[in-house]
């Protein structure tokens, strides 16, 4: 390519003294012709070095992207922790079935004596002894350390039916859990999704705007040596320094967003956001046809919002019986050990009951019922939230819907506008070749090539944006 340009300037150096003589116009022509077949050469070089410059990097696919989130993204991995937990309460709830376990010890210093007071006769009168004590007798007891144990088991009666309820509540919290779960799951794939197909987009117009930099850079190279021997005007040398500054400007938006898209997906993924990896382009999506009546019977069984809030309405209901049962006695069966630890011959050194104990609050100014009231309305509410949830639901599919019927339908034509582009751009090529074109008609042809490309990338990575915001708002895992 050089020395092809050299040997044309060569050529009409003899003429230079006619700057503007028909010769000389033919010979920028010429000159114009050799420039662009060269700045093409060097494009079609740094197109093939530009795999090869990102081989380096780590090949991230959308499944193994997906894969990684699941088992590293830290919002899924709280939400799946909730769900542990929520298990681990109703397993607490369930041991409380079982009789439960107490023990008690206390130790004391006397600091005064206990004195005991026994009346004449207190134990009663024997004909063969008189009355026991035969006198008023006072015993009293030295200071000292004294210790007292309590030990008891109880187990619930009537309890249990507030414990099968709260047992029942508790499984409910961990299905509500999963629901959360796998609506954060969702969330994160969806998120992803648009993420990762962003970074498709920038991508692409990244590796447009670096090869049109080396194109630009080559032909202002040529066009200022050209200039220097007047075989090229000042003009064309601006318009190609100005193409080129708007190229880089572009080029440096691009890189700083690519790398902040790429910093949002490694967080998604729940691991270092400095993870250096590149994307492989995603073909064509084939266009699928849905029954509008279909989709929203599924996404209303199958939306974790809507289990949730019908979840809820469970949880309204379990809460009111649980109210309700407040109105019954605690009724458990006991079995009570006591230990007196050094205090005198006086009193029993162990005691041992089994009985019932009860407890019962028969009135309450009312309380209870204003709860139970508080109770009914937040079911109601309840009732009231599983409708709003099925709305939304049904609304959010059905724009869903649209908007992917529009990205389906905007694809062919912004493809067909790429491809009209590129035909322009092979007609003013052979034009330019035939002397019936220009140079800067070339650099333009090329110039809306780049963006119908660039739309055409905004196009598809809208479409598959759309198609995974569509299968989120069917509840599709």
């Avoid at 999704?193 to 447009?208: C, D, N, P, V």
């Avoid at 080396?214 to 075989?231: A, G, P, S, T």
């Avoid at 041992?352 to 309450?364: H, K, Q, Y």
């Amino acid at each position: 390519m050089e020395s092809s340009l050299t040997c044309h300037g060569r050529h009409t150096l003899a003429d230079d003294s006619l700057p503007h003589s028909g010769e000389f116009r033919r010979v920028r022509r010429t000159m114009a012709r050799c420039l662009l077949a060269g700045a093409l050469f060097v494009l079609g070089i740094s197109v093939c070095d530009g795999p090869a410059l990102a081989a380096n990097a780590e090949v991230l696919t959308l499944e193994q992207a997906i894969a990684l989130a699941g088992d590293n993204n830290r919002l899924v991995k709280n939400s799946s922790l909730d769900v542990e937990k929520a298990a681990a309460q109703a397993d607490a709830n369930r041991t409380r079935r079982l009789p439960g376990f107490s023990f008690k010890a206390q130790g004391n210093q006397l600091l005064t004596p206990m004195e005991f007071t026994f009346a004449q006769g207190s134990f009663g009168t024997f004909p063969a002894t008189g009355p026991i004590p035969a006198q008023n007798t006072k015993l009293q007891t030295t200071p000292r350390i004294t210790g007292l144990l309590f030990a008891t088991v109880s187990q619930p009666l009537l309890e249990q039916f507030s414990i099968n309820k709260n047992v029942e509540l508790g499984e409910l919290n961990k299905e509500v859990a999963a629901e959360q779960l796998r609506n954060q799951r969702q969330t994160i794939v969806a998120n992803l999704k648009r993420t990762y197909f962003g970074i498709i987009q920038t991508q692409s117009a990244l590796e447009s705007a670096e090869q049109a930099i080396q194109l630009y850079r080559e032909i202002e190279r040529v066009v200022k040596d050209q200039v220097k021997q007047q075989k090229a005007l000042e003009a064309d040398h601006l318009d190609v320094r100005t193409r080129l500054a708007d190229a880089e400007y572009n080029a440096i938006v691009l890189r700083n967003s690519l790398a902040t898209q790429k910093e949002q997906l490694n967080e998604l993924l729940g691991r270092d956001v400095q993870t250096d990896f590149t994307i492989s382009a995603i073909p064509e999506p084939g266009e699928t046809t849905h029954d509008t009546d279909a989709v929203l019977k599924a996404a209303l069984q199958h939306r974790p919002d809507v289990r949730q809030s019908r979840l809820q309405v469970q949880q309204a209901e379990h809460d009111k019986a649980l109210k309700k049962l407040e109105y019954l006695p605690a009724l458990d069966l006991t079995f009570n050990y006591i230990s007196l630890q050094n205090v005198g011959q006086v009193l029993p050194n162990q005691i041992v009951t089994a009985g019932l104990w009860l407890t019962w609050e028969p009135f309450d100014w009312g309380r209870k019922q204003q709860e139970l009231a508080g109770k009914r309305r937040a079911l109601t509410q309840a009732h009231n939230a599983v409708l709003e949830t099925e709305a939304q639901a049904q609304v959010d599919v059905k724009n869903r819907y649209r908007t992917l019927q529009q990205a389906y339908a905007l694809l062919p034509s912004k493809r067909l506008a790429k491809e009209t582009v590129l035909e322009k751009l092979r007609v003013t090529k052979n034009r330019y070749a035939q002397k019936a074109a220009l140079l800067r008609d070339v650099l333009q042809a090329q110039s809306d090539l780049a963006d119908a490309d660039a739309q055409y990338s905004q196009a598809l990575s809208g479409l598959w944006s759309a198609k995974a915001d569509f299968e989120k708002a069917v509840g599709k895992d």
